[in-house]
């Protein structure tokens, strides 16, 4: 084995095989991402670099990241960022990695927005930016405010501003809800809130569970808190014909859609690529 010529190639396969063996769900793709990120370079660079043998210390370096992978760090801890709607968005533990399901509530946040010419819109839970900040670097003349009770993730909000040139449109407030927008009005309110219950946090998995922000994913002893606290006061942020669009989890549907109902009219709930439901609207009532 200490013979073995140790290739892109056969790094690629050695790590896939292992991350497969250790019951992780994308082996090829993750083992693809972490050793472009040791090797400095694109992931798809690696496809014309299969023959090429890493020095020593970059093998090491990429032995060091499968190890940690191998133990539960997530990949976007490993390499710092994580793609959304097509965009590189820097992350921590500080922040909740974005997910591919979240897009669904950008793609309906910016169907609504596109016959506006200048929208309004307000993020509550920011993270990352990554929903505030697609919406932004997508509809050119959206004036957007990102919310967030914590510091340090407004602090990685405002850099991928700034990586993606809509730091002048985007207004970062930290706060819990609206507690910071006062008496302003939206075109559009969005979130991605907190909405795991007490009783699954034993059950998710560990990458999610032990190194993401417990604040990101807590919804209380139901997992409905903040949907409550949402629905109670989104209409009196919003302008007449304004929405609410709120990501939910995927057993959450009638749940939220009744706490809503209460004071707002509910509208579709919209389904994830996966057929799951994912995103519900609501406006004010008349």
């Known amino acids: 084995m200490a013979s073995e010529t140790w290739t892109v190639r056969r790094l690629l396969e050695w790590t896939e095989d292992f991350l497969r063996k ?6 090829r793709l993750e083992a693809q991402i972490l050793l472009a990120h040791a090797l400095g370079c694109q992931k798809i660079d ?21 190890k940690r992978r191998s133990e539960g760090t997530p990949v976007a801890h490993l390499v710092g960022h994580r793609e959304f709607y097509s965009l590189s968005f820097a992350v921590s533990p500080d922040v909740l990695i ?15 927005l596109k016959p506006l ?15 505030a900040l697609t919406i932004a670097k997508q509809h050119k003349s959206s004036r957007v405010t990102a919310v967030d009770i914590s510091p340090k993730a407004l602090a990685i909000a405002r850099g991928n501003a700034e990586h993606h040139g809509v730091a002048e449109r985007v207004t970062f407030l930290e706060g819990d ?7 302003q009005t939206f075109d559009l309110i969005v979130s991605n809130p907190p909405y795991i219950a007490h009783a ?9 569970r032990d190194f993401e922000p417990r604040s990101a994913l ?9 949907y409550r ?16 669009l709120v990501e939910i989890g995927s057993t959450q549907e009638e749940s939220v859609r009744a706490l809503f109902a209460e004071r707002m009219k509910v509208g579709n709930t919209i389904r994830d690529l996966g057929g799951r439901p994912r995103v519900i609207a609501a406006q004010r009532r008349e």
Do not use: H, W
């Open 22 to 27: 250790k019951g992780f769900e994308s082996p």
């Open 229 to 244: 606290r949402l629905a109670a006061e989104a209409g009196q942020f919003l302008n007449p014909s304004g929405t609410i």
């Open 117 to 131: 010419a200048a929208p309004r819109v307000l993020d509550l839970g920011t993270g990352s930016g990554c929903i």
């Open 46 to 66: 690696l496809y014309v670099r299969f023959s090429e043998e890493p020095s020593e210390e970059k093998r090491t370096v990429f032995r060091e990241i499968v």
């Open 98 to 112: 974005p997910r591919p399901e979240t897009e669904t509530l950008v793609m309906e946040a910016l169907r609504l």
């Open 218 to 226: 807590d919804g209380g002893p139901d997992g409905l808190e903040f």
């Open 200 to 208: 699954e946090f034993p059950t998710l998995d560990p990458g999610v």
């Open 177 to 183: 809800l609206f507690a910071p927008v006062a008496v």
